[in-house]
């Protein structure tokens, strides 16, 4: 019902910037939440940064002051700008929206990216 396609990761040296994108698309009736979750191996998934549907934004405190998560102009796409990069950022960055749908109605439903690897190394 909801298909989100992430772009954007890859490698970057410490200290260093990448903006991620992630666009959604499917039978959206409204999204109530966009964020970005990351997960190292070994680790569980935790969340990066968050942008409600009034714009409303929190971040971990790890990312605080160097990462910046914003919505597209359609409103349908998020994007995270990561920036200052270090070696403990690397992970794979998973997209994450909350939406009903026309077909769900006002159930509220998460739908997951496939994911997208970054890596910061010198």
């Known amino acids: 019902q909801v298909q989100l396609v992430e772009s954007g990761g890859g490698l970057v040296q410490p200290g260093g910037s990448l903006r991620l994108s992630c666009a959604a698309s499917?039978?959206?009736?409204?999204?109530?939440?966009m964020a970005w979750y990351l997960q190292a191996p070994g680790k569980q998934r935790e969340l990066v940064a968050r942008?409600?549907?009034?714009?409303?934004?929190n971040y971990a405190d790890s990312v605080k002051g160097r990462f910046t998560i914003s919505r597209g102009n359609a409103k349908n796409t998020v994007y995270l700008q990561m920036n200052s990069l270090k070696p403990e950022d690397t992970a794979v960055y998973y997209c994450?929206?909350?939406?009903?749908?026309?077909?769900?109605?006002?159930?509220?439903?998460?739908?997951w990216g496939q994911g997208t690897q970054v890596t910061v190394s010198s």
């Open positions: 942008i409600t549907s009034a714009s409303s934004t």
């Open positions: 994450y929206v909350k939406a009903t749908t026309f077909v769900t109605g006002s159930l509220e439903y998460v739908y």
């Open positions: 499917g039978s959206i009736r409204s999204i109530r939440a």
